[in-house]
C-alpha cells in the first residue's frame, strides 16, 4: 500500500485546512485507517483513527475540531481540521494497517501562525 498524504499549508491560528490521504496499490477499505502528527522535537502521536467497521477514537486535545471521514470507493482518507492553533503545528501522517504491517504517507506539514 502506498499513501499519499497532501493539503498541509500555512494558516492562521482559527482557521481550517482539509488533509487528504490517497491510497494506491491496495484497497485500504475494511482496515483501520488514521492520521497522526509530529511536531518538532516530540514524538509522534496519534491524532484521529478509524476502523473498518467505522469506529472513530480521536486524540482528546483534537476533539470537537477535526474530523476524519473515509471514502472507500476513493481509497482515500480526510481530516478536516477547524479551529487550529499554533500547538497544531506539525507533520502529519496518514497511516493504515493492513497484513499486520504498518504503512505510512510521507508526511505533509501543517504550520500555524499565530
Known amino acids: 500500500v502506498q499513501l499519499q498524504a497532501f493539503g498541509g499549508g500555512l494558516v492562521q491560528a482559527g482557521g481550517s485546512l482539509r488533509l487528504s490521504c490517497a491510497a494506491s496499490g491496495s484497497s485500504i477499505r475494511g482496515y483501520t485507517v488514521g492520521w497522526y502528527r509530529q511536531a518538532p522535537g516530540k514524538q509522534r502521536e496519534l491524532v484521529a483513527t478509524m476502523t473498518g467497521a467505522g469506529r472513530i477514537n480521536y486524540a482528546e486535545f483534537v476533539k470537537e475540531r477535526f474530523t476524519i471521514s473515509r471514502d472507500n470507493a476513493k481509497n482515500t482518507v480526510d481530516l478536516q481540521m477547524n479551529s487550529l492553533k499554533p500547538d497544531d503545528t506539525a507533520v502529519f501522517y496518514c497511516?493504515?494497517?493492513?497484513?499486520?504491517?504498518?504503512?505510512w504517507g510521507q508526511g505533509t506539514l501543517v504550520t500555524v501562525s499565530s
Open positions: 497511516n493504515t494497517c493492513k497484513f499486520g504491517r504498518n504503512f
